[in-house]
């Protein structure tokens, strides 16, 4: 493997979260639920982890900040322009994957 130094490293993994949430916020037709379904994590986990490495670093940041920040707008803006209703096959799967 290819010996990259920490600082490279870094900048690399920025540069991968920045195309990542660029993405979503590009394809707004691939719903949260669908993420969940398929991969276990969505924008709202993505935007958390922020918010958690942020406060990591004493640097406090409101859930609402950080998800402008994956969502590229206020997340409520978002919601009233690109959420769905769950359908019921969504919605199973996902109760079915969450089971505790």
Known sequence: MTE????????????AFRTLVEHLRQRTDVQNI??????GFC????????REAAEQ??????DAE???VVYGEPYESWKAK???EAS?????A??????H
């Not at 924008?43 to 922020?50: E, G, P, Q």
């Not at 670093?57 to 409101?62: A, Y």
């Not at 019921?88 to 199973?92: E, I």
């Not at 996902?94 to 089971?99: E, G, Q, S, V």
Request: glycine letters at 4%.
């Open 4 to 15: 990259i130094d920490a600082k490279t490293r870094t900048e690399l993994e920025a540069a």
């Open 34 to 39: 669908d993420l969940m379904n398929l991969a």
């Open 43 to 50: 924008r709202n986990c993505l935007s958390r982890w922020y």
């Open 57 to 62: 670093r004493g640097i406090p940041l409101p």
């Open 66 to 68: 950080a998800r402008e």
């Open 82 to 84: 690109h959420q769905k």
């Open 88 to 92: 019921a096959g969504q919605q199973k």
């Open 94 to 99: 996902f109760d079915a994957a969450n089971k």
